[in-house]
């Protein structure tokens, strides 16, 4: 299985050469362009590591062999979907998703808890599916067009109200697909699947939400309301998902937040007409994430000095911004032409000095604070640069068609939302306000009766 694994890479990068030199295809109800490749690329080389950590950690006598031939078959059907371009067949690949990482779920079929998990994450993916098909057909039915390749051309049968409707059916699908708040508990539930389970949902199932937005981006960029509602979703989600990792220390539900803050992100990234941008975020959180569930024998690294007495210098964190920032404009300046770009140069500026604060607080000499804070601001920013610099020639055909907006009202709500909490959360506000705190508990707990054992 690992082979066939290893086989799935190479076959990815056969591909990406082979489009290289033939550019887009289209037939069978597929689309290959190089969102595609770039998704596949990905998709295979980040199974395939999962999948060679799953031959050492599930034992053959627990169904080693049915779990990796799921993750084949979740590989396929993640393929598929990527190159979906007929609208029964965007329907099917993501029906099948959903199935094979519902099976992930209850892997342990002797488990009571496995069952009841399967079960609620289920109520979840059924709403999702339901609104995907109901945009689907609303296409198909209201604007005749059944294939998502010539939505760019077709766009002017849709009328108002049918281009609403599957802008509306779009969003609600990558918002709960992604675990946004308020659907992020179908993610806590989860957790009680198999690591590797854990490592391949949080690292790619979660992102197919926002590859169904690229592909129907032409509709959602022509109704008004839908990008900024999508920026505003995207950062309500990325500003609690980082407030409900601040109020636990289990360490899976630590990462069940981080991913629902950096879903959010991406699709605040989305709303911005970023559409780049978002598809880097995407690779990079996915490589970040399943690191950190295939790493959970050696966490020592993970743990929060939440109570620390060191105090942060100002002026590390300050020139860590401006390294990050510089780079960051320097590496991606092409997407800055758009004046929702400069907004993401604020957001980043936050992640920054959010980070640095964090190193900082370790009980570590100074001198080797400083140069951890530089050296992770460096290597981050740089490695997003670059990505962005070696997938735009991919992306940016199929991101041009989300219009990155002129700043508004909305955006600038948003910067001071992250700003705003940001400052509440470096203050602790998350820990130390009650009312704050006890709601944000109550987002990370499970639904009664769903991980209880009945006597």
Known sequence: MGTLMLAAVGLALIS??????LGDLTGGGFHIDGLTIAIWVFAAAITAVIGGYSLRYIDPADGRNRFLGRMAGFLAAVIAFTAADHIAVVAVTWMLMCWLMLGFIRHDRSSGTARRSHRYTLRWFIPAAVALLGGLIGMWWWADVTHLSVLSTAVGRFSGPTASLVASAVILTAVIQGGLFPAHRWLI???????????????????????LILRTAPILDVVGWALPVLAVIGATSAIIGGLLQQVTADR???????????????????????????????????????????????LDWLHREVESAVAPRPSVVIAAILVGVGLFVVLTRK???????????????????????AIERRHLPSGQRSGLVIIATTVGIGGYGLLYRLLD???????????????????????????????????????????????????????????????
């Open 252 to 298: 899976k539900l630590q990462l069940s937040g981080s991913t629902s803050a950096q879903m959010g992100f991406m699709l605040l990234q989305l709303g911005l007409g970023l559409g780049t941008a978002a598809v880097v975020h995407l690779i990079m959180h996915g490589w970040y994430k399943a690191g950190r569930f295939l790493s959970f024998g050696d």
């Open 393 to 455: 020639p991919l992306i940016a055909p199929v991101a041009s068609s989300l219009t990155p907006s002129a700043i508004g009202v909305v955006h600038i709500g948003i910067v001071v939302g992250f700003a705003g909490v940001g400052l509440l959360s470096h203050l602790g506000a998350g820990r130390d306000l009650a009312v704050v705190y006890v709601w944000l508990v109550e987002q990370l707990q499970v639904p009664v009766g769903v991980w209880e054992d009945r006597a």
């Open 16 to 21: 990406a050469g082979l489009w290289w030199s």
């Open 189 to 211: 539930v989860s957790m009680r699947a198999p690591t590797p389970a854990s490592a391949l949902m949080h690292a790619g199932f979660v992102n197919a939400g926002a590859v």
């Open 335 to 357: 997407f800055l032409a758009g004046g929702t770009g400069w907004l993401l140069v604020g957001f980043v500026a936050v992640m920054i000095a959010r980070g640095a604060l």
